[in-house]
């Protein structure tokens, strides 16, 4: 397991105070390249390998959002590898040990040249230790969008919105999607399935759809598509239980 500690900026909180979900999934991405880069198979040691470590989908369950100059730790750890597939659980803990929230997340490693599936090599299985999985509820990756729903503004791809490959990063698509949805919606738990890269100038089209969930709880999905109606990554959000 790697993990850090850490206390919440003014900059990550709401105008609650409370550490927002893109501040929250922030943490969770640099924690897994700060495990990455510790262990030597980090972003130079893919480039000499024309690897890159892709992500298929996240799931985060929130417990509470962390207050203002709260002490928090953050963490990960992977579980599981199968074939060019990789699970790594992620958590976020408080000054006591509870959780604040835990996450799921799938990778896919591709060759960066032909763009198809590609096998950790010995030295990542030997460095990258298994833990037993997170207790928390797993959901499936798929996301169905509801057929209901309204396409929104279209949103234009920045500079600001690109990572260190060149394309969007896996943060920014959820702020793009949050930012339709109603305000003060709270959200109980997050999940993501991405489906193709955006890059610079591109422009993304938020289709939202309102549901209920099986619990009462109300639910968003919000699917950003190109002009053409290609889906670039379906974001479902779940509110508190109804």
């Known amino acids: 397991m790697y993990s850090f500690d850490s206390r919440i900026r003014y900059s990550e909180t709401d105008s609650e105070g409370r550490l927002t979900l893109e501040a929250m999934l922030d943490y969770f991405q640099d924690c897994s390249t700060f495990h990455s880069e510790d262990l030597g198979v980090g972003l130079q040691y893919l480039r000499e390998r024309n690897l890159v470590w892709v992500l298929s989908s996240w799931q985060i369950v929130v417990d509470r959002y962390p207050g203002l100059c709260e002490h928090v730790t953050v963490g990960t750890f992977p579980y599981d590898f199968k074939g060019c597939f990789g699970y790594r659980n992620f958590f976020m803990k408080d000054a006591d040990g509870g959780y604040a929230a835990r996450a799921n997340t799938l990778w896919t490693l591709l060759d960066s040249r032909s763009f198809g599936p590609a096998h950790p090599t010995e030295e990542m299985l030997e460095k990258y230790q298994l833990e037993e999985k997170l207790p928390m509820p797993y959901a499936g990756r798929k996301i169905a969008v509801p057929g209901d729903g309204e396409t929104k503004e279209g949103i234009k791809v920045m500079p600001w919105h690109l990572d260190v490959n060149h ?76």
């Open 167 to 242: 394309h969007v990063n896996n943060g920014q698509y959820v702020r793009m999607a949050l930012s339709v949805l109603p305000e003060k919606f709270s959200v109980a738990q997050m999940r993501a399935e991405y489906k193709k890269q955006a890059y610079l100038e591109d422009v993304l089209y938020p289709y939202a759809a309102y549901a209920k969930g099986e619990k009462g709880q109300d639910v968003w999905v919000v699917s950003l598509q190109d002009d053409n109606g290609a889906i670039y990554v379906n974001v479902e959000f779940e509110g508190l239980e109804g």
